[in-house]
């Protein structure tokens, strides 16, 4: 090695960028997982804005956490260190920022996320895939401005939830680019 010389450890190659060189893969290799403590309901929303799979309920209890992570190899988020010192958790992370916007851009910059986003593919509420869903099918479920302004329409797998790309979907879209 010399001066000047980056290295990426394993697990994380994708954290060293020779793009410029060579490409080494068009998608990173890992699909992170998470679970999240009481305190991170808004990050969990964030994350899987970003397409990512995130358990998150606000009445976890700290040995259900450590399992949860343990058992489906899930990464513990998390603003408690002492959660993070449990046998189970072998993979954890304790967040430090306090704003929710801060926290997304703390969380994806420390686990170099950036490339494994996947945007608008998971229900901001329950987790589920969302997917693509013909107008006519929902037109009754649809409020009478939305139904004339919008075509193009999701729906979650598992709790049914619409969606569209109305006001929302701008200032999420403004988020994403701040990130």
């Known amino acids: 090695m010399q001066d000047g010389d980056r290295i990426s ?3 994380v190659f994708e954290s060293l960028d020779i793009t410029p060189v060579t ?3 068009p998608k990173p290799l890992r699909k992170p997982r998470f679970v999240l403590d009481q305190h991170l309901g808004k990050l969990a929303h964030y994350l899987r804005m970003l397409g990512f799979d995130c358990l998150y309920r ?22 408690d260190r002492r ?3 449990r046998k ?18 703390e969380v994806v ?9 996947s945007p608008f593919t998971r229900c901001m ?25 919008f075509d193009e329409f999701r729906r979650c797998t598992e709790c049914g939830r619409l969606y569209w790309r ?10 994403i680019a701040r990130l």
């Not at 606000?58 to 603003?79: Q, W």
């Not at 109305?166 to 988020?175: I, P």
Request: hydrophobic share 30%; charged share 35%.
């Open 166 to 175: 109305g006001s929302h979907y701008d200032r999420m879209q403004e988020l």
């Open 58 to 79: 606000n009445d976890y209890h700290d040995p259900e956490l450590a399992a949860i992570s343990a058992r489906e190899g899930r990464i513990l988020l998390t603003c």
């Open 9 to 11: 450890v394993y697990p």
């Open 109 to 117: 910059q420390r686990l170099d996320l950036r490339h494994a986003t």
């Open 88 to 105: 189970k958790v072998s993979r954890g992370y304790f967040v430090r920022e306090r704003d929710p916007e801060g926290q997304l851009r």
């Open 83 to 85: 959660l993070l010192m």
């Open 125 to 149: 509420e329950c987790n589920g895939l969302i997917e693509p869903v013909d107008k006519e099918t929902i037109m009754s479920e649809l409020p009478p401005r939305t139904r004339d302004e």
């Open 23 to 25: 490409r080494l893969r």
